[in-house]
């Protein structure tokens, strides 16, 4: 009897070893995780704008849309539209304070995904990437140094699924719903095993028609993510590669023919590309100490496909179609120290370094292999970033409340544009364009108790020129070979970002007001003459340029409030105030000057609201709106070429069933109304716009093994 308690006693006690031993392993692979990605984001309470979405808040707002779609409903002051309409895929582009996309530093884990040159993210080419992300970071305003192009309007890193914190599971996701659209993903997870690896993969797949004409969506992607955590060491490969297939529907419609037919599409029929985007990354952690590490990363990338351009040749039927094709590929490196040393504050170190190169062809179809235009541009850059931050005691309190960041950055780099010599007839010099951009950064905040924060930030970043600001078209050509040649006719653009905020955290509210004021030097803007064979105007640096505003997020648990149950109903919104202005405009050819004016597509209101209800434990339902404000699509502020204001009612539901399983209803645009976020002047002067999709939606079934 004492033998079998003795043994009893000792399988016990090395029961609670084993444990203790895992939940030390656990914590230790958690930790070698998290600092990947602590070099570029800020902390949750740095003196900045930002967001940052954890993966159960991501799921609450994913039901496969594209990035651009979903980043607009976690952030103030983004805005996105849809070329096809329906804000689920097909192309589509978001918008920062007013500032288009290729001003904002996307990445993932660190690494870039930006285009280089110039400078975009096409969320269209990996499709279903929401499905793949652990959290997501939105800087508003200079922010943090980051890696590759200019944290100019922002920044948004990705961090990808965790493998620390992931249990055993395999998981199939479908969607189904308007416009014909179907999606389905799959994807297995192993854990962390007994060796210390652990695997993550996911398959996917959506097709849908659009909502306007002609803007269908067929597309694939796969995300695989592997790592091996050791003592002081930890290996992750992470990889992604997408390929899709969309009807084309860039142009937007003159108001009179949506009034004909909302759904028209003024780009051919004929015209659907094929395009993929692929990434592939090797990080090596090494914990030094307690309170050190390293972390470096390898990547390598690439993008390209074809671009079609449809028109007719002849009254009689005649058609044909020249082909844009683009391929480019990205090798980087990529390396941080942090340490955080007690008396004189923590500290972090990087270096990034990479080359890009980008081959651009035309061709009329199907003479794939004579192209008659041919190129190859390169951008090669060096960055070297420091920041530094402590933590101070002041006052009575004895508590470190008030804390001083710092952050610099160096980026030095090299633009290249190539030409084709046979198409131009003539040997083009076109010198290379070397740009030095010195950022610093500097913040305070400040703990007035446990709940209520202040702060205040000031930093400076600079922007290179695209290639497309360069050339505004994407080829040299006759029409633009003077502006290439010229290394003076655009010059590097620079902003000035002052953000001032406070924060206060309850058990049931969360509340966070920043006020910001934006400086430009040397904006670049399309304000030159058209360029005939490119159809859009020169890229000129403009008169000097403001924006300042107000951005209002916050959460509130009202059950928890009043009635002591958390979560039952729940209220969150966003609301952003912008003033922005030009000091003056003359358009190109005129004699006229236009004083202290509004840039285009830049709302002065935007904002969404939340209320969700949970009646019971398994079952939770509400309802969404989104306005949007009037926004000028041309610099005189021409009041008949708007977009109009719109405001947009969404209704979601979803119940858990057997504790793993999911059904969600999205339903859009409740109101039926006739909408639009984005627009341009036609040909003719009138305005023109991309139409959203009327009343739609989308169910998805959600099953976890």
């Known amino acids: ?68 779609f979903l980043l607009e409903k976690l952030s103030p002051s983004l805005v996105s539209y849809s070329e096809s309409g329906t804000g689920l895929s097909n192309y589509g582009q978001m918008r920062l304070r007013g500032m288009d996309q290729t001003r904002i530093n996307i990445t993932l884990n660190g690494v870039p995904l930006n285009d280089m040159i110039d400078q975009g993210v096409f969320f269209s080419n990996f499709i279903d990437f929401g499905n793949s992300i652990e959290s997501v970071q939105i800087q508003r305003g200079v922010g943090t140094s980051s890696n590759g192009v200019s944290s100019y309007a922002g920044s948004i890193n990705f961090e990808s699924i965790s493998l620390a914190n992931a249990k055993p599971s395999a998981e199939v996701q479908f969607t189904g719903g308007s416009f014909n659209t179907l999606r389905a993903s799959a994807e297995v997870s192993t854990g962390l095993q007994e060796n210390r690896t652990a695997f993550y993969a996911r398959m996917s797949r959506i097709q849908s028609d659009g909502y306007r004409y002609n803007t269908s969506t067929a597309a694939n992607s796969l995300f695989f993510s592997g790592a091996y955590y050791g003592e002081k060491h930890a290996f992750k490969f992470t990889g992604f590669a997408g390929q899709s297939q969309n009807g084309l529907g860039y142009t937007p419609v003159p108001l009179a023919l949506i009034e004909q037919d909302p759904r028209t599409n003024l780009v051919s029929e004929n015209d659907i590309d094929n395009f993929g985007q692929y990434l592939f990354q090797l990080q090596h952690t090494y914990r030094i100490g307690v309170k050190s590490s390293l972390v470096s990363t390898l990547y390598y990338g690439g993008a390209g496909g074809d671009f079609p351009f449809g028109y007719a040749t002849d009254s009689l039927g005649g058609f044909e179609q020249i082909n844009y094709p683009l391929y480019n590929t990205h090798t980087g490196l990529m390396s941080n120290y942090n340490a955080k040393t007690g008396m004189a504050g923590d500290f972090s170190i990087g270096l990034h370094a990479y080359t890009f190169s980008r081959r651009n062809l035309e061709y009329v179809i199907p003479n794939r292999n004579n192209p008659y235009y041919e190129d190859e541009s390169t951008k090669d850059e060096i960055a070297l970033f420091a920041k530094w931050e402590k933590a101070f005691s002041i006052g009575s309190s004895g508590s470190e409340n008030l804390k001083i960041y710092a952050d610099v950055q160096l980026r030095q780099l090299a633009l290249n544009l190539g030409a084709d010599r046979n198409f131009l007839g003539e040997a083009p010099a076109i010198p290379t364009r070397n740009y030095t951009f010195l950022n610093p950064k500097l913040g305070i905040s400040y703990h007035v108790n446990r709940n209520w924060q202040l702060y205040t930030s000031f930093g400076r970043s600079g922007r290179e020129p695209t290639r497309f600001d360069v050339l505004g078209a994407t080829a040299v050509n006759a029409s633009n070979i003077a502006l290439a040649r010229d290394v003076n006719s655009i010059q590097a653009e620079y902003v000035n970002d002052v953000e001032v905020g406070t924060r206060w955290n309850t058990e049931s509210v969360a509340l966070e007001l920043n006020l910001f004021f934006m400086q430009f030097e040397n904006e670049i803007a399309p304000i030159g003459e058209y360029i005939p064979e490119g159809f859009v105007q020169v890229f000129l640096n403009q008169q000097a340029s403001t924006r300042q505003g107000i951005e209002l997020n916050g959460n509130w648990d009202v059950g928890n409030t009043f009635s002591q149950s958390p979560n039952r109903l729940n209220l969150t919104g966003q609301i952003s105030l912008l003033q922005a202005q030009i000091s003056s405009y003359q358009p190109a050819g005129s004699n006229e000057t236009f004083e202290n004016i509004t840039p285009i597509l830049s709302p002065q209101v935007n904002g969404q609201f939340d209320l969700n209800y949970k009646p019971i434990k398994n079952f939770s339902f509400g309802i969404g709106a989104r306005y949007l404000g009037e926004q000028f699509m041309e610099l005189t502020n021409n009041e008949d070429l708007m977009v109009p204001s719109s405001l947009v009612l969404n209704l979601n539901a979803n119940w858990n069933f057997y504790q793993k399983h999911s059904l969600s209803v999205q339903v859009n645009n409740l109101t039926n109304e006739l909408y639009y976020t984005y627009g341009a002047p036609d040909f003719n002067g009138g305005p023109a716009y991309f139409v959203q999709a009327p009343l739609h939606a989308y169910a998805t079934l959600r099953l976890v093994f």
């Open 1 to 68: 009897m004492k033998r079998r308690l003795l043994v009893l006693a000792v399988l016990g006690l090395s029961s609670q070893v084993t444990k203790a031993q895992n939940a030390e392993d656990s914590l230790r692979v958690e930790q070698l995780e998290e600092v990947t990605i602590s070099a570029i984001r800020a902390a949750e309470n740095a003196p900045l704008a930002q967001v940052t979405v954890n993966r159960k808040e991501i799921e609450k707002q994913f039901f496969g849309q594209d990035g651009a």
